[in-house]
């Protein structure tokens, strides 16, 4: 009995002191005006950056989150995900609250949990929500400037929901793939893209399977040209057979953008 | 004819010259974040001081503006009102355009317009929409941290709509006068008070002929104490009758504030 009991005691022991290493997912909502995108930069604060500064001093030991979408300078977030590996015992759900008293105002932990330990938010399937903003009016309203784009030009919003019927399902999205971009293949599934039209704003919604570099930003500055008259609806068609960027509309700035949410399946 | 022809030419060269005097009213919209108030401060830049500065330079002449609300540090503002008067010729309507190219990105007219000479801000009849914004979630949301309250704590919105019907009409406001206000009556009338939810913001609408100091977000904060369960909807009854700001809730703070609109009737 004496010698069990003693046994049962080295085993607890050891195990207390083995940390099990686990996987966390953040789901992480930012504000990107004050930052140089997402990834990691030799000059200027990321959020990638931020996040690992903090975590690694939360949890006292080097942290490197991985990113799902890595977003541009400037581009914001509700809904991003990050994935780490760490040993500390502090419960997953338990991190955001830890992490958000450590990270500047404008990077928020939505919420933090434990994920299997070859989970790995780029290599599964997903479905990601963009919105682009843009406000339409005489002049620019301050409050709406970091999040929207201006614009006093008209738009027709009819002929933009006509053109973006044409992007839906799966295409192609070589002419709305920025230059030099390095990816196997530029065949991408738009699921739906809608416009909808908040009192003066208008909000194009995306969402898909996975987007190519700046592919949002230059759907919506190729919808706007179409709103503007500059295009025509059926344009769109000839655009997507082009596989030629030059063929599609300008890339919208991207204080428009904001990764709405990712959903995995 | 000749004589008469020479009369008519110096009658306008001397037109001319005499440059008439007109008032100007602007509609200002601001982000508040990065001000000081509305009000001319020694140290501190602040709306009025913007203003004054971009239309003095503007204008070639020394230029003070009125405006209609003296909004504190940190208020926001879709429509708010000044007026000043000017000797140079560049047509009212103009001046929003020429003005918005030099003031700071923050401050945006949104219309400039002559008004006769004697037309005063705060000596006319007028009606404002002030509206106060809450986010709810978990944890802040960063992209709506400038321009909404954040709380946790959850809200029975259908309780603050019951308190706040006791607020609509003519009372005299004095538990909701910040104190030292320098008033001679304290007498409003609240013509509207409306709770909108829209999403996760929750959205405090008043709107009324008058407001005293700090009144809207006195009545912010006290109907989220409603709405938080430590008063009861009746318990404004008794807060009316006290003319006493300690029996009113706390001051909300000023970034969920947003002056929406002056009609002058």
């Known amino acids: 009995m004496m010698e069990q009991s003693m046994e049962e005691c080295t085993a607890k022991a050891a195990e207390a002191t083995q940390e099990r290493r686990k996987r966390v997912r953040l789901i992480v909502a930012y504000d990107g005006t004050n930052y140089h995108g997402w990834q990691l930069q030799k000059n200027g604060i990321t959020i990638e950056s931020e996040l690992n500064r903090c975590l690694t001093a939360l949890l006292g030991e080097e942290i490197a989150v991985i990113g799902a979408s890595r977003t541009d300078s400037g581009v914001h977030a509700l809904g991003n995900v990050a994935v780490f590996d760490t040993r500390n015992r502090m419960p997953a759900e338990k991190i955001s609250y830890a992490l958000n008293q450590r990270l500047p105002e404008d990077i928020r932990i939505q919420r933090s949990e434990e994920v299997d330990a070859d989970w790995h938010p780029r290599h599964c399937d997903s479905r990601k929500t963009y919105e682009y903003r843009i406000y339409r009016g005489e002049f620019p309203m301050p409050v709406k400037r970091l999040y929207s784009l201006f ?106 953008l904001m990764l709405m949410k990712y959903e995995f399946l």
Do not use: W
């Not at 700046?214 to 500055?221: E, F, H, P």
């Not at 190729?222 to 709103?227: H, K, Y």
């Open 151 to 256: 614009t006093y030009v008209p738009l027709d919003v009819e002929r933009m929901r006509q053109a973006a019927r044409y992007l839906v399902g799966e295409h192609d999205f070589k002419s709305f793939c920025q230059t030099g971009a390095q990816v196997e293949s530029t065949v991408r599934t738009i699921l739906s893209l809608e416009i909808e039209e908040q009192g003066a704003d208008l909000v194009i919604r995306v969402c898909g399977n996975g987007f190519l570099y700046n592919m949002v930003r230059i759907i919506a500055g190729t919808l706007m040209e179409v709103g503007q008259g500059k295009k025509s609806p059926k344009d769109m068609e000839g655009i997507l057979q082009a596989l030629d960027r030059a063929a599609a509309g300008p890339t919208a700035p991207a204080h428009g």
